[in-house]
């Protein structure tokens, strides 16, 4: 069977998840899962859910409408780790097992695909059962290894930095680890001048000044802080920040009453991240940790350059002085002198936007992915 002809004929596919929270994976899982539906392929997604999360719920019906399938597991969903919830989490990892199983007999999958390592487990019983191999996807640098973590036939790193780690780390050899970049939908959502403008002064956003923006989930493994306390060097400059997210809140505001920057700094609950990308006229991740954020290729992808901290996947998605900009992670002064300079000198964003598009559009592309993607699923048959 050919590439295409394999492309072309209807698979059954299961995705192992432990749950479905509102971020970057489970973003990513569903993009896949959409495409290939889009293909005439049949994706199911075994899970613990969403765990009730409003912004989660609102993902998963949009991807229960593009023809993804669902079937609930009783996987753990605590976030506190104490001792007791570490045995919660055992007996519930042990109980799902009979349960999963069940299922994957019943639905006779054609590829089995774990977006979370600690549910391999599961694939790995069906393995020693039936033979059947299964493939496993690495979003994150340094997920503990433990009992219920198993090596996969195939091993999908989607950085540079967790393709290493996968060999030095997990024991994978090169041929079982395929590297394949997250890729982003061109929405062609770019708005005029004239809607950009009536969109800030609807959000009042000033209309005058360069906005920085910033999209994703509050806290410190994101970088917030970093970025508060480089943007109040900058106060006094012609500048605004969005940030666009949902988590810590408090200790946001916290922040920003701290560095006295509450004029500079609109705050808005996430919701669909277009409007916001619109907007601003540079993008920052700040991050301390990441595996190969979605947000800046979707902020490209809008003609928006990108200011990243320089960890994982940071130099495959920036070229430096042409489409963006990299800075130390955790380095206030550093990133402080960025913004200056944009503040000061923002006539080249338009041209770093337009290379911003151009790059992403030719090495991240949704469709990209998915092709890689299948091809590694063609080796596991």
Known sequence: MSELEYDLASMKIVFLARYLPAEGSTTHMYAVAKNLCKRGHQIYILSRGTGGDPNANLLYENA?????????????????????????QLIAYIYSIPIALFQLYRLKPDVIHAHY???????????????????????????????????????????RELETSLRTTYGY???????????????????????VLNLKETNGIPTDAVIFGFVGTIGTRKGVDVLIEAFAQCKHRNLHLIILGDGNVDWLKDLISKYKVQQQITLIPFRDPMEVYNMIDVLILPSRVEGFPLVPLEAMMMKKPVIRSNIEGAEDQIIEGENGYLFDSENIMQLASIIDNIAMHPEKLKTYGENAYNYVSRNFSEDLMVDQTLQVYHLAQ
């Open 173 to 195: 050899n090169k041929d079982e680890i395929k590297l394949i970049f997250n890729g982003v939908k061109d929405h062609n959502m770019v708005l005029d001048a004239a809607s």
């Open 117 to 159: 390592p600690v549910t391999t487990y599961v694939a790995a019983i069906y393995r020693y059962l039936t033979g059947k191999q299964f493939i496993v996807t690495h979003h994150n640098m340094n997920i503990p290894k433990h009992i219920f973590n198993r090596k996969g036939d195939y091993a999908i790193a989607i950085s």
């Open 64 to 88: 229960k409408a593009h023809g993804v399938r669902f079937v609930k597991l009783p996987f753990p969903l605590y976030s506190k780790i104490s001792f007791f919830t570490r045995c919660q």
